[in-house]
């Protein structure tokens, strides 16, 4: 089955640049979703479609599918954006949704 | 208000049946696919099911596949049938919908607030 490998954990400063990675074969060639979800509450959609922002998420937000591996950028980071991330993606062999295991992104 | 509501979340016992539903409001709910995804305490997110528009596609991972079954009705609610449930099926399950209109686009743009399984003896 396809798996998708992400960091447990990324810290950064106010202001500074978060970058959390989403690791998986040929992920280049699939489409990549990335959730925010903060404590107690449900998952959130972020970026879509590799680098799509939904309306009322801040520009802030970015990503990326290069090839090897899709990243999700938070740029100025702060102190709301605190919360674990997923990556998902469509695994077309199994047809099956695949979410990454998360990363908790601390704000320090 | 759109929004999604889950329901019949609640303990159980290993071997023991549960079902879940999910009450879409705000929005008609006909023309989207619809999808339970859950959440073990303190772990990551797990896809469980899809079921198409129509309820002619229906996909379930490799964990429930034989256990669970989804469905939905023609108004405004997703269900998920659980049977055989283990210890391991313990988890907020969150109903979501998909993105797409009438074809299924694999994302997920809204959620509800979840319901917890707990499978305990």
């Known amino acids: 089955s396809y798996v998708l490998t992400q960091p447990p954990s990324v810290s950064v400063a106010p202001g500074e640049t978060a970058t959390i990675t989403c690791g998986g074969n040929s992920i280049g060639s699939k489409s990549v979703h990335w959730y925010q979800q903060k404590p107690g509450q449900a998952p959130f959609l972020v970026i879509y479609?590799?680098?799509d922002r939904p309306s009322g998420i801040p520009e802030r937000f970015s990503g990326s599918n290069p090839g090897n591996t899709a990243t999700l950028t938070i740029s100025r980071v702060e102190a709301g954006d605190e919360a674990d991330y997923y990556c998902q993606v469509w695994d077309s062999d199994s047809g099956h949704v695949v979410f990454g295991g998360g990363t908790k992104l601390t704000v320090l | 208000e759109v929004q999604l509501v889950e329901s019949g979340g609640g303990l159980v016992k290993p071997g023991g049946s549960l079902r879940l539903s999910c009450a879409a409001s705000g929005f008609t709910f006909s023309p989207y696919s619809m999808n339970w995804v859950r959440q073990a305490p303190g772990k990551g997110l797990e896809w469980v099911s899809s079921?198409?528009?129509?309820?002619?596609?229906i996909y379930y991972a490799d964990s429930v596949k034989g256990r669970f079954t989804i469905s939905r009705d023609a108004e405004n609610s997703l269900y998920l049938q659980m049977n055989s449930l283990r210890a391991e099926d313990t988890a907020v399950y969150y109903c979501?919908?998909?993105?797409?209109?009438?074809?299924?686009?694999?994302?997920?743009?809204?959620w509800g607030r979840g319901t917890l399984v707990t499978v305990s003896s």
């Open positions: 979501a919908r998909d993105v797409g209109i009438s074809r299924i686009n694999w994302f997920f743009d809204l």
């Open positions: 079921i198409s528009s129509t309820g002619n596609y």
């Open positions: 479609y590799d680098s």
